[in-house]
């Protein structure tokens, strides 16, 4: 195979995913992304919308393995954010024109929780009379739940598959009943049918992850119908068991990482060229890696950013893994810095607009 027939393709099939998603040289890497990035320009424009990313608590009731903030980790304190400080935060962000947030929290089911985010939305829905558009990322609820924000005002969900293969998700998850791949994937259902844009997104370089898996994940996106993707590299924290094992069996080299990187960025080129009209994120996980792993994503087609509001007070406490950048800055910094990094790549930042993504609306299949 060679990579200028393939780019020229039409239609990709997974056999040329797989060869695209496992290009190493510079010069493919270079056509790859630039063939990425053609493709975001033609079809949702090289402008970058912004979410207000405000990680409100680290208590969660599951254990997945390779997370910092799992139920199991004693040595976290846990948080939360009193809903003046939230709602405080999201107008800041309304102030700022970011156009939209992003809720995330650690998993609850609990009456009071569910309430709690109702209210929540009702609140932030008030401010600049529904100007914000609101994306929740508070993991796996059931369809009446997920109906309850919807009408309180939450349009976008994210709840990553983090593998569409179920039996590596059970290797990244404990088999006590409480962490089951069917139920993710029902979730993702449930929130379509209800009518909210979906997001969803892997990790990439797992251990035992292959090519195939990652080919099948780009499947999986178009096969859900998929409106936003939010995808990263898997990055060590070290109390957690996946952490550990990682470094104890020597996969956690420079080597390694950069590998998981560079997986990562063909993963958004892949996908950009698969998939054409959805929103996706360069991500955080991507910086972790290399200082300029967000802007190496934007020039592959991603074309969200999540600027971080989190209160600087809390930003220690929600590391779902090691060497979280930006932990030191403060939300201006976090504007500021992300908006040099857009200008850097020749992009412009979408102001003031939902930034919704095309597909939603193309519906395209
Ligand atoms: N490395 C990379 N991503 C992680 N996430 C959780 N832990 C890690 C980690 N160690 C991601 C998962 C989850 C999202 C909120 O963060 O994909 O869905
Ligand atoms: Fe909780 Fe999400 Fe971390 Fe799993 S990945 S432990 S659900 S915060």
């Known amino acids: 195979m060679d990579i200028t027939t393939v780019l020229k393709k039409e239609k990709l099939n997974k056999e040329d995913i797989v060869f695209l998603l496992g ?30 990313l405000l990680e409100f608590s680290n208590r969660c009731i599951k254990n997945c393995c390779y997370c910092g903030i799992r139920r199991g980790n004693t040595e976290v304190e846990r948080f939360d954010t009193p809903k003046e400080d939230i709602v405080a935060m999201a107008r800041w962000c309304y102030e700022q024109q970011y156009g939209s947030v992003t809720l995330q929290s650690g998993e609850r089911q609990d ?29 796996e609820q059931t369809k009446e739940t997920y109906r309850r924000w919807y009408d309180a005002g939450a349009h976008r969900y994210l709840l990553r598959i983090e593998s569409s293969n179920p039996k590596l998700y059970a290797t990244l ?61 898997y990055v060590a924290h070290h109390n957690t068991p996946l952490g550990k094992k990682v470094c104890e069996d020597g996969l956690d080299t420079p080597k390694a990482r950069a590998e998981r990187l560079r997986s990562s960025v063909n993963m958004v080129a892949v996908t950009r060229l698969f998939l054409k009209d959805v929103n996706i994120a360069a991500t955080t996980a991507m910086q972790t890696l290399h200082p300029f792993g967000r802007e190496m994503a934007l020039k592959a087609g991603a074309n969200i950013l999540m600027p971080l509001v989190t209160l600087p007070q809390f930003r220690t406490q929600y590391q779902l893994y090691d060497n979280k950048p930006c932990l030191e800055d403060g939300k201006e910094e976090c504007r500021n810095c992300l908006s040099s990094r857009v200008a850097s790549v020749g992009d412009t930042v979408g102001w003031g607009q939902w930034g919704d993504s095309p597909h939603y609306f193309n519906n395209l299949k």
């Open 111 to 139: 009456p009071a929780f569910i309430d709690y985010i109702e209210e929540l939305l009702r609140e932030i829905k008030k401010i600049g009379g529904g100007a914000l558009g609101i994306t929740l990322c508070v993991g």
């Open 173 to 233: 998850h404990p088999q006590d009943g409480h962490h089951r791949w069917e139920v993710r994937k029902a979730c993702l259902d449930s929130l379509a049918e209800i009518g909210y844009q979906v997001g969803t997104g892997v990790m990439i370089g797992l251990p035992g992850q292959t090519l195939e898996d990652l080919a099948e994940d780009v499947l999986f996106y178009q096969k859900q119908n998929i409106a936003m993707i939010g995808m990263g590299p």
């Open 23 to 52: 290009r190493t040289a510079q010069d493919e890497l270079d056509q790859l992304y630039s063939a990425a990035y053609a493709v975001k320009k033609e079809w949702v424009g090289n402008v970058d919308y912004y979410r207000g």
